[in-house]
Nanobody, 115 residues
Framework: QVQLVESGGGLVQAGGSLRLSCAAS????????MGWYRQAPGKQRELVAVIISGGSTNYGDSVKGRFTISRDNAKNPVNLQMNSLKPEDTAVYYCNIRMWGVDYWGQGTQVTVSS
C-alpha cells in the first residue's frame, strides 16, 4: 500500500508555468509505471504523461512540447513541469503509480489557467 499526495497546483494565467509534485507515504524503488492524469469537468480522465519502468516516457498529444515528466527521489517519485499553460489545461491533476499491477492514485490537485 502507498498513499500519494499531489502539490503544486493553483491559479495561473495563460502562458504561465506550474510544477506539480507527488509525495509518497513510503519510498518507491520499483514500479511498472508512474505518471500524471487529469480530469476536467464533464470529461473523462485522460493521460497527461507517464514514465514506464525502464525510463521511456509518453505524453498526451495536447501537452507534447509543453509539459515534462521527470523522476525525483524515492519519496517524491514523480514531477510534472507544465509550461505555456492554456485555459484548456484547466483540470484536476492526479498522480498515479502502478506497482505489481495495482494502481495507486492521489486525491488530485486543481490547476486553473485563466485566459
Amino acid at each position: 500500500q502507498v498513499q500519494l499526495v499531489e502539490s503544486g497546483g493553483g491559479l495561473v494565467q495563460a502562458g504561465g508555468s506550474l510544477r506539480l509534485s507527488c509525495a509518497a507515504s513510503r519510498s518507491i524503488f520499483r514500479f511498472d509505471a508512474m505518471g500524471w492524469y487529469r480530469q476536467a469537468p464533464g470529461k473523462q480522465r485522460e493521460l497527461v504523461a507517464v514514465i514506464i519502468s525502464g525510463g521511456s516516457t509518453n505524453y498526451g498529444d495536447s501537452v507534447k512540447g509543453r509539459f515534462t515528466i521527470s523522476r525525483d527521489n524515492a519519496k517524491n517519485p514523480v514531477n510534472l513541469q507544465m509550461n505555456s499553460l492554456k485555459p484548456e489545461d484547466t483540470a484536476v491533476y492526479y498522480c498515479n503509480i502502478r506497482m505489481w499491477g495495482v494502481d495507486y492514485w492521489g486525491q488530485g490537485t486543481q490547476v486553473t489557467v485563466s485566459s
